[in-house]
């Protein structure tokens, strides 16, 4: 074979070579990548914060309450979204400093808003900030409540009288139960489905209205019935309708997702 075709074959056989390189690198590119992303993404785990435990909220501050609780609910969402999306990003501090800090600082800025919207109209709680840090896999470990001192004079007893025979927000709740008013515990509804959202905050919405409505009829009633009037004709039908609150909210996340059991315990109301 004479020398001027045998250039041809022999750019043909550098070519494949170059190719065959080429292919090599990409596909070892490809490998660490997907280690760096598998790196950042924690072998696909997930974020995980702790439930709040919040206390038992005043009817007016339930509205404000349930939408800052289903505001951290979103913000997980959101986390894990940007964990979800961001394989491969940054270094070894990546999640913690662009996703689990920012996430704390949310956090933090809800249960604030949690405390300061109970605090509007009884004893505002404290220390909620301490279920504000997230984990990579699973919740840290959650601090004790700090310790707390009530008021002498109950949930408005400061100085200026505001704990006095108009009862415990000043709304003049029945002067027939000392000042009382009737206060329920506030449901806890997480990680609800967006299908069945509009549905479970028209209930809790209605939550709250049977408890307004329940404190007006203990303030219209003063005087009336026995000893176990209050029991009988407004803490036990107030138990009921909440059942049946509580209820529709498990058949409404029950048609799209897994349903919650247990939401009746929620139900009972006691007056304080």
Same mark, same amino acid.
């Given at each position: ?39 950042? @993404? ?12 919040? /206390? ?12 800052? &609780?289903?505001?951290? *609910? ?23 400093? =662009?996703?689990?800090?920012? &996430?704390? *600082? ?14 509007? =109209?009884?004893?505002?709680?404290? +220390? ?12 840290? =470990?959650? =601090? ?9 004079? +109950? ?45 479970? *905050? ?12 329940? @404190? ?10 026995? /000893?176990?009037?209050?029991? @009988?004709?407004? &803490? +036990?039908?107030?138990? *009921? ?32």
């Amino acid at each position: 074979m004479s020398r001027a075709h045998a250039k041809p074959e022999r750019r043909k056989r550098v070519l494949v070579a170059g190719i065959a390189v080429a292919a090599t690198l990409t596909a070892g590119t490809a490998i660490a990548a997907f280690a760096a992303g598998e790196g950042n @993404n924690a072998a696909g785990q997930s974020i995980a914060c702790p439930k709040p435990v919040v /206390p038992a909220a005043p009817a007016q501050a339930q509205a404000e309450v349930q939408r800052e &609780l289903a505001n951290l *609910d979103k913000q997980i969402a959101e986390a894990n979204n940007r964990l979800r999306t961001s394989a491969g990003q940054g270094g070894p501090n990546f999640v913690q400093n =662009a996703i689990l800090g920012p &996430l704390k *600082d949310k956090r933090v800025a809800a249960l604030n808003r949690i405390e300061t919207a109970i605090g509007r =109209a009884a004893e505002k709680p404290e +220390g909620l900030e301490r279920f504000a840090p997230c984990g990579l896999g699973s919740a840290p =470990a959650v =601090a004790a409540a700090p310790a707390t001192s009530k008021q002498a004079s +109950g949930n408005n007893g400061n100085a200026n009288g505001n704990g006095n025979a108009n009862g415990n927000n000043g709304s003049g709740n029945n002067a027939s139960a000392s000042g009382k008013t009737i206060e329920c515990p506030l449901p806890v509804v997480q990680n609800v489905p967006a299908q069945a959202k509009a549905e479970v *905050d028209r209930e809790l919405a209605n939550l709250g209205k049977q408890q307004a409505e329940a @404190n007006e009829r203990l303030r219209t009633s003063a005087g009336q019935g026995g /000893p176990n009037f209050v029991q @009988n004709a407004i &803490l +036990g039908p107030l138990k *009921d309708k909440r059942v049946a609150a509580l209820n529709r909210i498990e058949t409404a996340i029950g048609r799209v997702a897994a349903k919650p059991e247990g939401l009746e315990r929620f139900a009972t109301c006691s007056l304080k």
